[in-house]
């Protein structure tokens, strides 16, 4: 079974938030929903996440920024913005989606994701995942 597909079968049948493979492992799965487990994913796998598959619930800018900050190979998205597209295509990432939407939404569903704000206007997925992880450590200090 390919990478992409195991993690595709995983994300579904376990109802995972988030499932990376590579060479057939599952390098790393979880349920936090958000940014978060995918931050985690990476202070955990490190670069050997790069090459990887990446199954994902959610998939806006923010997602889309650290598959291209940490060089994974292709993403399937349950639901996938445009914006997040418009990177993963800018990357040469292959993906796949579910449904294609404008915009990923707060959980209110009123106004823009807070991480999709915070890496608006980033030159490059280095300075995303910096503004993301600095977010993150910001929101627990709050």
Known sequence: ??????????LRKHNRALVIVKAGRILHETNASGIRGFLTALDKIGSNIEGSSVADKIVGEAAAQLCAYS??????AVVLSQCGKNVLER????CEFGSLVPHILDMKQTALCP??????GS????EAY????????SSFLV
């Open 1 to 10: 079974m390919k990478d992409l597909e195991l993690a595709k079968e995983m």
């Open 71 to 76: 060089h994974v190979r292709e993403v399937y």
């Open 91 to 94: 990357n040469n990432i292959h």
């Open 115 to 120: 991480f999709e704000k915070l890496v608006a």
């Open 123 to 126: 030159k490059s997925s280095e």
């Open 130 to 137: 910096e503004r993301l992880k600095r977010g993150i450590v």
